[in-house]
């Protein structure tokens, strides 16, 4: 099984900043891309920014231009760094990892979310 653990959350003024990390770890033969999600109160989950294993980055427009994907192949990480936050930006963020495990196996598995809240 593969186990992805999301950190890093907290509570930030507006304009503030915060870095989330992303680990996975277990029976991983390859990561084909990992994304950044978030789900904020009464709203549906929405993918924010994801990197493939070639390091090609995508942003939501929402986050375009303050949102950076960061990718450490070796230590199997992703961070996600947020700055110029915003009360918009409050929501539960989840990290997803999608590759193929030793066993030559397909995972789609996620983390169990970190919360953000910005303060006004």
């Known amino acids: 099984q593969v186990q992805v653990v999301e950190s890093g959350g907290g509570l930030v003024q507006a304009g503030g900043y915060l870095r989330l990390s992303c680990v996975a770890s277990?029976?991983?033969?390859?990561?084909?891309?990992i994304g950044w999600y978030r789900q904020a109160p009464g709203k549906q989950r929405e993918l924010i920014a994801n990197?493939?294993?070639?390091?090609?980055?995508n942003y939501a427009d929402s986050v375009k231009g303050r949102f950076t994907i960061l990718r450490d192949n070796a230590k199997n990480t992703v961070y996600l760094q947020m700055n110029s936050l915003n009360s918009e930006d409050t929501a539960v963020y989840y990290c997803?990892?999608?590759?193929?495990?030793?066993?030559?196996?397909?995972?789609?598995?996620w983390g169990q979310g970190t919360q953000v809240t910005v303060s006004p």
């Open positions: 997803n990892v999608q590759g193929r495990m030793r066993t030559l196996r397909d995972y789609n598995a």
């Open positions: 277990g029976n991983i033969f390859s990561i084909i891309a």
């Open positions: 990197i493939s294993s070639g390091g090609i980055t």
